[in-house]
């Protein structure tokens, strides 16, 4: 709807994980570079850790579509809420593999056989886990440690990302099992004041724009009522967008943006 008056190729704070729009900010920089040192290297398992909102998921499509080719396979749980067989049954699915009938001893087989013809390949098996703090069953958890185990003598078969909210720390402290073989840990915070203002501009240009649009003091009001958090900033800069088109403006400025959020708020 406002794309054209913008002189705009595409809306650009969607809340959905493009990798296009990945701001690298200094945590998520060090994220991504972690998480790929972590797959490159057959570190074993990493944790990823951040607030709602704050590009987890986003980063991890990233990371997937810089890894993916003839190297690594990849296998993406974004729902991994379950019991411990559909849990494998998941898994094997997302590697794209067909899932036998039998005891879960045959899911086990069907993933270590999944790991060394990778192997043999000379492909590297990559398990992310999305959403990783909604898994409550102490039984799912045992499982994920047990991924682990497929091994040789000198390297993980698997290398395995957990991503999740701040809680997953803790859930992952009450399997002293797990949580020792967390090999690299990374945390994602809010945007600071000068890394909201960038991230404002980058997903401009990359939607497009060749002028400014969000006035300096703007975009400090945006980080201000946004915590600094991607998807709040996301919303508060794609509803100016398109206030501002409805009122013809030239430039978004500090007002626009208080008086819209109040009105929300309202």
């Given at each position: 709807?406002?794309?054209?008056?913008?002189?705009?190729?595409e809306r650009p704070f969607e809340n959905v994980p493009d990798p296009r729009f990945l701001y690298l900010s200094k945590d998520h920089q060090e994220a991504f570079f972690r998480m790929r040192y972590l797959a490159e290297s057959r570190k074993g398992a990493g944790m990823l850790i951040g607030d709602v909102g704050c590009g987890k998921t986003t980063l991890a499509r990233a990371l997937i579509q810089k890894l993916s080719g003839e190297k690594f396979e990849i296998g993406l749980v974004t729902y991994p809420a379950l019991e411990p067989e559909d849990f494998l049954k998941e898994i094997l699915y997302q590697f794209g593999m067909s899932i036998p009938n039998g005891t879960k001893v045959d899911l086990l087989h069907a993933l270590n056989d999944l790991m060394l013809k990778n192997y043999r390949a000379e492909k590297d098996s990559l398990l992310i886990i999305d959403e990783a703090h909604v898994i409550s069953d102490a039984r799912t958890l045992e499982e994920i440690r047990l991924l682990l185990n497929f091994q040789l003598d000198d390297r993980f078969l698997l290398s395995l990302i957990l991503i999740g909210q701040p809680e997953l720390r803790a859930i992952i402290k009450s399997v002293p099992a797990l949580e020792q073989r967390i090999a690299i840990r990374s945390n994602l915070a809010p945007l600071s004041e000068s890394e909201t203002i960038n991230y404002i501009v980058f997903r401009l240009k990359v939607a497009g724009a060749t002028n400014p649009i969000f006035t300096k003091q703007a975009m400090d009001v945006i980080h201000r009522l946004s915590n600094g958090?991607?998807?709040?900033?996301?919303?508060?800069?794609?509803?100016?967008?398109?206030?501002?088109?409805?009122?013809?403006?030239?430039?978004?400025?500090?007002?626009?943006?208080?008086?819209?959020v109040k009105a929300e708020m309202l």
């Open positions: 709807m406002y794309v054209e008056w913008w002189g705009l190729n958090v991607p998807r709040n900033i996301n919303n508060i800069a794609d509803m100016s967008l398109l206030v501002g088109f409805g009122q013809k403006l030239e430039s978004i400025d500090g007002a626009t943006v208080e008086k819209l």
